[in-house]
T-cell receptor, first 111, second 117 residues
Framework: NAGVTQTPKFRVLKTGQSMTLLCAQDMNHEYMYWYRQDPGMGLRLIHYSVGEGTTAKGEVPDGYNVSRLKKQNFLLGLESAAPSQTSVYFC??????????FGSGTRLTVV | AQSVTQLGSHVSVSEGALVLLRCNYSSSVPPYLFWYVQYPNQGLQLLLKYTSAATLVKGINGFEAEFKKSETSFHLTKPSAHMSDAAEYFCAVSVPAFSGGYNKLIFGAGTRLAVHP
């Protein structure tokens, strides 16, 4: 989607490995969000940021860390991946009228 | 606390038939409501939104939704289904969570729409 880019698109991890997902936006928004999507559960907020250097916990923050060192980037880290973290991860920024603009997602499998 | 309930995780209709996807919300303050669509292996795309203007909201691809405060509902409809409408649909309500900033979106569990010939 225009303005929000996620990398990588796919990843397979072994239990206990670490990785970082990158979200980059070119719309100069202060706010950025990380969601995970699981079947039958919709999207759940992991962490969010209200500006450079700030982060806050969402609904399901356990097992994840985030950083917002630059305004345009929002990183989501898994220090020790677990099978329960197998999911599709979406980054988002505010869109028009309180909606969001989403990235295309990262499909993560932890084996 | 705000929440969204989508009735029916799977809905199947014939091509040309009416599409009705149900969404009920709970909110302690006047809500903003959204419908998003997700096609296979893609991100979410905004279909339509209600932000306290007209209660009947028209969106893209012929979809519309009506905000009914008395029923706390925001059901999504389309008069005639097309094969290309097959996707997953998410209802969402916005929650004031940040001081002086943008609202946080709370999503329903989603409804997968199948359209058969």
């Amino acid at each position: 989607n225009a303005g929000v880019t996620q990398t990588p698109k796919f990843r397979v991890l072994k239990t206990g490995q670490s990785m970082t997902l990158l979200c980059a936006q070119d719309m100069n928004h202060e706010y950025m969000y990380w969601y995970r999507q699981d079947p039958g559960m919709g999207l759940r907020l992991i962490h969010y940021s209200v500006g450079e250097g700030t982060t806050a916990k969402g609904e399901v923050p356990d097992g994840y860390n985030v950083s917002r060192l630059k305004k345009q980037n929002f990183l989501l880290g898994l220090e020790s991946a677990a099978p329960s973290q197998t999911s599709v991860y979406f980054c988002a920024t505010p869109g028009e009228n309180y909606g969001y603009t989403f990235g295309s997602g990262t499909r993560l499998t932890v084996v | 606390a705000q929440s969204v309930t989508q009735l029916g995780s799977h809905v199947s209709v014939s091509e040309g038939a009416l599409v009705l996807l149900r969404c009920n919300y709970s909110s302690s303050v006047p809500p903003y409501l959204f419908w998003y669509v997700q096609y296979p292996n893609q991100g979410l795309q905004l279909l339509l939104k209600y932000t306290s203007a007209a209660t009947l909201v028209k969106g893209i691809n012929g979809f519309e939704a009506e905000f009914k405060k008395s029923e706390t509902s925001f059901h999504l409809t389309k008069p005639s289904a097309h094969m290309s409408d097959a996707a997953e649909y998410f209802c969402a309500v916005s929650v004031p969570a940040f001081s002086g900033g943008y609202n946080k979106l709370i999503f329903g569990a989603g409804t997968r729409l199948a359209v058969h010939p």
